[in-house]
């Protein structure tokens, strides 16, 4: 298992934000507004936050990093986001965002694997296109399974996919089309796994597999230390295909995101 706190760091390079604050206690991050994950603030440290008990004395710390972080925000034109982790370290923080009613979101699940066993998925099918860059192929499909915008935020994603060192890998149907799609990110010596994406017309009928297995075995041959992806907790038919792939939970995360405020009515 992988020690949580280089996990978290691992995840912030795979997938890293237009632009980034280190205030030392947090990493605050922004990026047009483009996917949740390069927009919100890793709380990677905070005295008091770590305490496995919220210590109230550390209240008026967190609250005061709360509004300065609002206020980087709200210069963005930005909602206040956090990706708050599931673990003791998060008590005094969600004490703070409870008590000003922040919403929560998107509850992800944090999956990792060895390099063990690799051989049971395959060398993967030759049809699968590998690049160290996404196509324009590559990203449509992408974008049109989890994108959000036109094509100015589409570009913000490409810059975003692009920040680390990844192998891009697209598999077609019989007739050329692009059916799935996928991103090993190459960390620090590790691999993770993003954007894996299957065209609505072509789920169900072992795209996405091939992709996933022509990624591992990637992985693999650059000698990795092992895996980790991500995965909504709700997307149960992905979580089962990542299990037989011998991928295990390890934690998970969820967005807590500032109450929107309304504008004063009237004339």
């Known amino acids: 298992m992988l020690e949580q706190a280089f996990l978290e760091t691992l995840m912030d390079k795979a997938w890293p934000a237009v632009e980034c604050k280190d205030t ?34 550390s209240s008026p710390d967190i609250e005061r990093l709360v ?22 370290r998060s008590a005094g923080l969600n004490a703070v965002l409870d008590g000003q009613r922040f919403t929560r979101q998107s509850e992800t699940l944090i999956m990792v694997r060895g390099t063990d066993a690799l051989e049971t998925l395959g060398a993967g099918p030759k049809s699968v296109e590998l690049s160290d860059a996404p196509t324009d192929e590559w990203l449509r499909l992408w974008w049109s399974v989890d994108g959000r915008g036109g094509e ?6 490409r810059t975003i996919l692009t920040g680390c060192k990844s192998v891009y890998a697209l598999v077609r149907d019989d007739d050329g089309v692009p059916a799935a799609v996928g991103r090993l990110a190459l960390v620090d010596g590790w691999g993770g796994l993003y954007s894996m994406a299957t065209s609505a017309g072509h789920r169900r009928r072992g795209y996405g597999t091939m992709v996933l297995a022509a990624l591992l075995n990637q992985g693999a041959a650059r000698n990795l230390q092992g895996f980790w992806l991500l995965v909504t907790a709700s997307n149960h038919g992905a979580q089962a295909l990542y299990s037989r792939a011998g991928f295990v939970e390890q934690g998970s995360y969820l967005y807590r995101q500032a109450p929107l405020r309304r504008a004063p009515g009237g004339c």
Do not use: C, H
């Not at 603030?41 to 109230?56: C, F, H, I, S, Y």
């Not at 509004?67 to 963005?76: C, K, N, V």
């Open 152 to 157: 100015p935020e589409l570009e913000v994603a």
């Open 24 to 57: 030392g206690e947090w990493v605050l991050r922004a990026s047009a507004g483009v996917t949740q994950r390069a927009n919100s603030v890793w709380p990677r440290n905070l005295p008091g936050m770590l305490a496995e008990t919220p210590d109230k004395a």
């Open 67 to 88: 509004s300065s972080a609002s206020a980087w925000y709200r210069q963005r034109r930005l909602p206040l986001i956090f990706q708050i982790f599931d673990d003791s």
